[in-house]
């Protein structure tokens, strides 16, 4: 958080004992859709989406769920936006072992803003099989900054932001707390 300190208008939206609440409901929410995910696969959009994939899957497995595929998505070219003002994007590696033909996927991001990440993940995963059907679950919902007609399954927060604020889903393992942070521009 020491990058966020000379940026006066940063307020956490959600605590770590919130964040963990969000987490627990969400695979409650899961666990009552999909039932013994037999037919189910969970794949987590590189970067953010795979932390809380991990965390989701670690929880279920915690609750019992036991041979849930898990796989990770990178769509860095399949984006429209590839290249930007300051370089090409860094592409991390797709993990998917497993075969998603007639699997409800279940794509997990952390912040769904316009609509287009998940859109380049959906085409990405075509790659892999046909689906049953492909659910999203976000951590955070930006629901008026939508630019394309899509829509998530399952919602762990829903933010309704300004054009120049950003939604920051930070993690214990990489930032020291589990938090969502909203800074301005």
Known sequence: MQYLRGVP????????????????????HLIEEHGDFSQSCLIGIQTGGVQLARRLHDRLTALGIVDLPFGKLDITFYRDDF???????????????FLVEDKR??????????????????????????????????????????????????RGLVVDTLTDEYVDVQWAESHGSDQILLTGS
């Open 9 to 28: 208008d940063t307020r956490t939206i959600h605590d770590a004992a919130r964040f963990a609440l969000t987490v627990e409901r969400l695979c409650r």
């Open 83 to 97: 290249r930007t003002k300051v370089g090409p994007m860094t592409a991390h590696p797709t993990e998917i072992d």
């Open 105 to 154: 996927v279940i794509l997990v991001d952390d912040v769904l803003f316009s609509g287009r990440t998940v859109l380049s993940a959906m085409t990405a995963l075509n790659h892999y099989g046909r689906p049953a059907a492909v659910e999203l679950l976000v951590m955070v919902d930006r629901r008026f900054r939508r630019t394309l007609p899509v829509q998530a399954n399952y």
